[in-house]
């Protein structure tokens, strides 16, 4: 039982390059979601997707972009990467909808830019 | 707006002793209200959930939680705490009409030997 599958684990990068964060999930789940986590501020909603096909900015969208390839995943994009943002993200997918369903987490990757 | 805060930022207990961790949050109306734990290197499990009846509910790992609608908590607590419960807990509240949580800045728990 896999739940929330995130690669990879580490990156480095270089200022400017660009890199795809994959998830996936293997619950069924509707919704999904991207976050990030710097020390002393908690989780951070980058983006997230209410469901297949839709894809809603959160508390810090800037410089990132996603795609719902499928029900199964989501995926985040830095098309040129910064130092700020160097840190650990998340993804999470719950039921989604009404009914308070909570979220389920991967491990995260942890980014580091150069 | 929406917010959750946790005031304690580190918290040190001894092994044993009772342990209370805070959160408060401001929301329009009565959230879904959660705490979850996270270890080292690890994504965050969910320990318990609020939703609505009794205001005590009890969680994984024997971790509880009460809400007081009129102080705006959802404080966590646990008994006797063991040396494993070291790790770093968030709170989270989310709207009735949808799953777009909140998390507080996280509470790191140290204990003692």
């Known amino acids: 039982n896999a739940g929330v599958t995130q690669t990879p684990k580490f990156q480095v990068l270089k200022t400017g390059q660009s890199m795809t964060l994959q998830c996936a999930q293997d619950m069924n789940h509707n919704s999904m979601y991207w976050y990030r986590q710097d020390p002393g501020m908690g989780l951070r909603l980058i983006y997230y997707s209410a469901s297949e096909g839709t894809t809603d900015k959160g508390e810090v969208p800037n410089g990132y972009n996603v795609s719902r390839l499928n029900k199964r995943e989501f995926s985040l994009r830095l098309e040129s990467a910064a130092p700020s943002q160097t840190s650990v993200y998340f993804c999470?997918?719950?039921?989604?909808?009404?009914?308070?369903?909570?979220?389920?987490f991967g491990d995260g990757t942890r980014l580091s830019i150069l | 707006a929406q917010s959750v805060t946790q005031p304690d930022i580190h918290i040190t207990v001894s092994e044993g002793a009772s342990l209370e961790l805070r959160c408060n949050y401001s929301?329009?109306?009565?959230?879904?209200l959660f705490w979850y734990v996270q270890s080292p290197g690890q994504g965050l499990q969910l320990l318990l959930k609020?939703?609505?009846?009794?205001?005590l509910v009890q969680g994984i790992k024997g971790f509880e939680a009460e809400f007081k609608r009129s102080q705006s908590s959802f404080n966590l607590r646990k008994p006797s705490v063991h040396w494993s419960d070291a790790a770093e807990y968030f709170c989270?509240?989310?709207?009735?009409?949808?799953?777009?949580?909140?998390f507080g800045s996280g509470t790191k728990l140290n204990v003692k030997p």
């Open positions: 989270a509240v989310g709207p009735r009409d949808f799953n777009k949580f909140y």
């Open positions: 999470a997918s719950s039921g989604g909808g009404a009914g308070g369903q909570p979220q389920h």
């Open positions: 929301y329009g109306a009565t959230p879904y």
């Open positions: 609020y939703f609505s009846g009794d205001t």
